[in-house]
Each structure stands twice: as C-alpha cells, then as structure tokens.
C-alpha cells in the first residue's frame, strides 16, 4: 500500500509539474520573447510549439486525474474504515467542499491549457490572446497548489519545525529538553495524532495507523 501511495505521490507530483512548468515558461518566456517577431515566422513558431507540446499537456492532465482520483477514493475509504472522530472528520474539516472547489479549478485548468495547446476551432478564442489565458490559467493553477496544500494540512499538519535528530531548528522559539513529546509529524500516524490533538483537549488513545494519502 506505501508502495501504491509513494507511486501515486510521484505521478500527481510530475503531472503538476509537467502542466504548471509549461503554462509558467510560455507565460514568462516563451511569449514575451516572441513579441518583436514578424506575424508570419511568430505563428510558425507557435504552430511548431504547440504541436511537440500538446502530448506533455495530455500526459500532466491524465497522470494528475488517474492519481487525483485514486488518492481521493483511497483516503476516503481510510477515513471511513477507520472512524476519524466517529465519523465526523470530513465534515468538521470541510474536506469535501474544499476539495470540491480544488476539483473544479483543476478541470478550468485542464481546458484552458488544451485550449492554449490544442488546435479546435471552438478554443481558437483562447489561442487569440495567449497571454491574457496564460495568466488566467496560471492563477487558477496557483489557486489549486494553495487548496491542495490545505487539504494535506488538515490531516498531516504543518511541516515540522525541527530536526531533533540532526539539532536543527528552524523554530523562532527557544530549543526545550523535552523529549516526552514524540515527534508528532515525522511520519504519516503523526497526521492522526495531530488531528486527534485539535479535535479534543486530552490526547486521545490512537486507534488508527492512518496512512493519508499523497
Ligand atoms: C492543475 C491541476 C492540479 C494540481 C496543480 C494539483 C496539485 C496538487 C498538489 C501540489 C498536491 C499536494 C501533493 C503532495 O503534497 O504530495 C495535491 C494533492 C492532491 N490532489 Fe491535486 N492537483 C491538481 C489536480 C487534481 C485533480 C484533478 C484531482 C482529483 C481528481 C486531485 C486530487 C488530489 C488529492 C486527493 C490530493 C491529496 C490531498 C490530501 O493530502 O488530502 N488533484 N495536488
């Protein structure tokens, strides 16, 4: 199961990169450089760019929807089976709804840049002003990386502040002894204890080995 999670982890990872590196290039790069150029040879090159790389924008739109779904279901099913604050997790973290919004974004996403790749005539209207349909992706694009930070934080908690092994600290506070507290965040059961510590005052027992996916 780690070994499907690490996989899916990989493919969501690369497929955002692939689509978002593409659409951050054109926008900042590719067309910027391209405005001196005559009409003729820019549409030459266009056509030339947008030809080598529509597969990368179909390979990034099905590795994130192939892994997006998998990871959605599977961690779904885990909430469920294993009764995350009886039952009442998903709804007192609003997980579905954000996770609905960040679902949403990601299909604008996914149309405009086909659109700004592709060559139907019912997207040439995005075609015809690149750089106005690239900004408006890439927001979107940024809109989807900031939800889908928030949904892993609600159930893997912020990333760590220290290093206890290594003694670095990344913290403004003052380094304790303590070392009754484990370290709460250094692997994924961390994600329960931490969910279980802001639903209730007392620690609770852990009963799930939560295994969050992505
Ligand atoms: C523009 C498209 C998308 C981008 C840029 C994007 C980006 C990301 C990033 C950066 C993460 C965090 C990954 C990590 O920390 O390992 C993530 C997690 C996730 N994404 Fe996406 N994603 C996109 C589309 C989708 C789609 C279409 C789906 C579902 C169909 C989806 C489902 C998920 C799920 C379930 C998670 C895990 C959230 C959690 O930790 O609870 N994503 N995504």
């Given amino acids: 199961m780690d070994a499907l999670l690490l996989l899916l982890r990989w493919m969501h990872i690369f497929g955002a990169v692939i689509l978002v590196g593409g659409l951050c290039f054109s926008r900042f790069a590719l067309i910027p450089a391209l405005a001196d150029t005559d009409d003729t040879s820019r549409d030459k090159i266009h056509e030339n760019i947008r030809r080598r790389w529509l597969p990368w924008v179909i390979i990034g739109i099905t590795l994130l929807l192939i892994s997006g779904l ?22 007192q973290t609003s997980y579905h709804t954000i996770f609905g ?35 408006v992706t890439l927001g979107l694009a940024v809109a ?14 912020p990333n760590q502040l220290s290093i206890p ?45 939560s295994s969050p996916t992505e």
Avoid: C
């Fill in 70 to 91: 998998t990871n959605f279901i599977l961690f779904n099913n885990t909430v469920k089976a294993q009764g995350w604050s009886d039952g009442q997790w998903m709804k």
């Fill in 101 to 135: 919004v960040k679902f949403l974004l990601a299909l604008g996403v996914f149309y405009l840049a086909s659109g700004l790749f592709g060559r139907g005539s019912g997207t040439a209207w995005i075609r015809g002003d690149r750089m106005r349909w690239l900004g």
């Fill in 144 to 157: 989807v990386i900031m939800l889908s930070s928030w949904l892993r934080n609600l159930h893997m908690g």
């Fill in 165 to 209: 092994d290594l003694g670095v600290s990344l913290s403004a506070e003052p380094e304790t002894n303590d070392t009754s507290e484990p370290d709460r965040y250094q692997n994924s059961e961390a994600g329960t204890a931490f969910r279980q510590d802001s639903d209730s005052e007392a620690p609770v027992e852990s009963s799930n080995t």
